[in-house]
Structures are given as C-alpha cells and as structure tokens.
C-alpha cells in the first residue's frame, strides 16, 4: 500500500513541477535601439495562462550616460507624467532616473485592469484583455517588432 502512494504522490508531483497542471508559459522578449543618439533597451515578460494574457511587465531603460544632468531632468519631467497619468488599478507605472538616464517599468494585471484604462495606453492592449492569445503567436508578433524572445 505504501508503494501505491507514494507511486501516487510521484505522479502528482510530476504533474505539478512539469507545469502540465497550471497550462502557464511565460515568454520573455528584449529589444535594444537607437533613435537620434540615444540608446534605449526594452524587456518584456508575458505571462499566459489558458490562452489569456495575465499579466504584462515592460522595463525600458534611456540610456543617456554622455547628456548633461539638465538634459535628464528635462526628459524624467517630460516623460514621468505621461507614464504616471496611466496609473489605473491593474496597471501600475514606474519612473525613475539616474545619472545614466531614465528608467521606466509598467506592469499590468489584466484581470483587474479595465479595457478603458488599458486603452488610454493603447488600444492594443485593451484588445489582448479580451482576446485568445497562443504563447507561440505572441512570441512571433513580438518578433516581428524586432524582439528577441524566448
């Protein structure tokens, strides 16, 4: 009887560690650029479960290590606001600044998101609240951004 259960108890470990279970992947896509002189690296990490999008977290770092400290502050005063009026339950903006430049991370839950406030940022995102999403058509389409994904 113990061989039964713990033969049990292997199975549904199993399951559980391979993920089979929970149906999530995670895919996570980096961009680097560089538009009128400026470097600019992007991280995105998508989580999807049951082919919906769950959630949504974007890190995008400024890199402005040879502008003058007046140039930074001028560009975190312009782009601080516009980030922060996104601010709604479920998405959640963040910026900050050093001396090498700006740093900007947003994330978003789309089950408490609204469509509404996940259209004042675009209306793309609104769409994937509602929409079915398949992990590999995601990774393609962000790939087709110029992303690399895995």
């Not at 559980?16 to 895919?27: E, H, M, P």
């Not at 680097?32 to 992007?42: F, I, Q, R, T, Y």
């Not at 974007?58 to 007046?70: F, K, L, N, T, V």
Request: negative net charge; proline residues 1%; contains cysteine.
């Amino acid at each position: 009887m113990k061989k039964v259960w713990f033969v049990v108890g292997l199975v549904v470990s199993t399951i559980l560690v391979s993920g089979c279970f929970f149906n999530q992947k995670t895919v996570t896509c980096t961009r680097e650029s560089s538009e009128s002189g400026m470097k600019s690296s992007e991280k995105v990490v998508a989580k999807i479960k049951d082919d919906k999008l769950k959630t949504l977290d974007m890190e995008m770092h400024m890199d402005m290590s040879g502008e003058e400290q007046a140039s930074i502050d001028a560009t975190y005063n312009l782009v601080k606001p516009i980030y922060e009026g996104f601010k709604a339950e479920g998405i959640e903006p963040v910026v900050s600044k050093s001396d090498a430049g700006i740093d900007v991370a947003i994330t978003f839950d789309f089950a408490k998101a609204s469509e509404e406030s996940l259209s004042k940022m675009d209306s793309t995102f609104a769409d994937m609240k509602s929409e079915k999403l398949d992990a590999e058509e995601y990774k393609k389409g962000m790939e087709s951004e110029g992303y690399t994904c895995k």
